[in-house]
């Protein structure tokens, strides 16, 4: 395999690879393996090693238009992934060798869209969770406190000190409760009560602001997105800033691959489409191609009749869509607009027959 065709390696593939690679690395530590098969998987963990070098020489020559923190990311990840194994080889000893390619857990953050989110997301909701993270250490502190203080007595081998008894904190604020360090008192069990009910409310407070940071990440993503399309649209060039942020929030973006059925003739149709790019062909007796900027599916919204006509992808289309209780929403905020699709319709109309 050339370094050239190693490029068009997909994410996915190279995520299999890590995955079969820190499966092999498992298996090796299993104790009564015999030679051979220990052999085959090492042979296994060469053949991947191979690979990734491939991957780091295409990664070091190709030119690419890339954000410089991505490409820096992949860089360090494809180094690493080749040169830990290869160190390992020449200087650790036995059978842990195979473990350093435990390096390729990094791989699958290479190039992974999922991670950058995750990273703005962090970055973005981290006084939030900095300041929920300050409460988890407080609680965790007055917990181990007051359970020194109650149980001492009782168990003092394992809540003699603060720091012991802040194992039983831990385990108990993170509803964990392994049951090693039960409170014998009264008063103990009416604290790890409390301590109990604080973590669920801590981790809940956790998780509300990550759920909330991810989804507007997402929103503010799907918006910029939409956004770059609606502007491709002549159509929508027509609208003020009010009209194009509402419309641009309404219209959702679909792409159908060449030859895929978008509508049927017949069908109720509750939705109508914009095409941002590729053409679609509509199955009239004389069939009708429409292309970049075009819409179709106007007619059944308008009127609320059957689909007048199939139309299907003609090329791979990208195609933005707006459903009827928006179109409403359009034909308020930019009645202009809202007339030429309905002028489109009733030509339309005209040249196709019923039925
Ligand atoms: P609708 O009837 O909802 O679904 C099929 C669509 O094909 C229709 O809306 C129009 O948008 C489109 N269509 C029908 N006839 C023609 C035509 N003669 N020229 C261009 N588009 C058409």
Not at 131 to 149: C, D
Not at 163 to 189: C, N
Not at 317 to 345: C, G
Request: aromatic content about 8%; some cysteine.
């Amino acid at each position: 395999m050339s370094a050239l065709s190693f490029s068009k390696i997909s994410a996915s593939l190279n995520a299999v690879l890590a995955a079969i690679g820190l499966v092999t690395v498992a298996a090796l530590t299993t104790p009564d393996m015999t030679g051979q098969t220990r052999l085959v998987l090492e042979a296994l963990l060469a053949g991947i090693w191979t690979a990734y070098s491939l991957q780091l020489i295409e990664t070091l020559t190709m030119q690419r238009t890339r954000d410089v923190q991505g490409r820096t990311l992949e860089i360090a990840v494809d180094v690493l992934a080749v040169l830990v194994p290869l160190a390992a080889f020449f200087f650790a000893r036995g059978r842990d060798q195979s473990l350093y390619c435990a390096i390729w857990l990094l791989k699958p953050l290479r190039g992974s869209t999922f991670f950058r989110l995750l990273g703005r997301v962090l970055t973005k909701e981290a006084r939030n969770l900095i300041g929920v993270t300050s409460i988890f250490g407080i609680v965790l502190f007055g917990a181990a406190l007051a359970a020194y203080i109650i149980e001492r007595d009782v168990q003092p081998d394992k809540f003699g000190s603060i720091p012991l008894a802040m194992w039983w904190a831990v385990v108990t604020l993170s509803t964990t409760g392994y049951g090693d360090e039960i409170p014998q008192s009264f008063a103990g069990r009416i604290l790890a009560g409390l301590v109990m009910m604080s973590g669920i409310g801590i981790f809940a407070l956790w998780a509300g602001i990550l759920a909330t940071g991810f989804y507007e990440e997402v929103r503010r993503q799907d918006f910029v997105r939409n956004w770059q399309l609606v502007a491709a649209v002549p159509l929508f060039q027509k609208l003020g800033s009010g009209a194009l942020i509402e419309i641009v929030r309404a219209l959702r973006p679909r792409i159908v691959p060449a030859g895929g059925i978008i509508c049927r003739k017949g069908e109720t149709g509750d939705q109508m489409y914009f095409i941002v790019e590729g053409r679609v062909s509509v199955a009239t007796p004389n069939p009708v191609e429409l292309g970049s900027g075009s819409f179709f599916g106007e007619m059944a919204l308008i009127s609320g009749e059957p689909r007048s006509a199939t139309v299907s992808a003609a090329t791979e289309v990208s195609l933005l869509s707006l459903y009827s209780s928006d179109f409403q929403m359009l034909s308020s905020s930019s009645p202009e607009i809202a007339d030429i699709i309905r002028k489109t319709a009733l030509e339309r109309r005209g040249t196709t027959p019923k039925g």
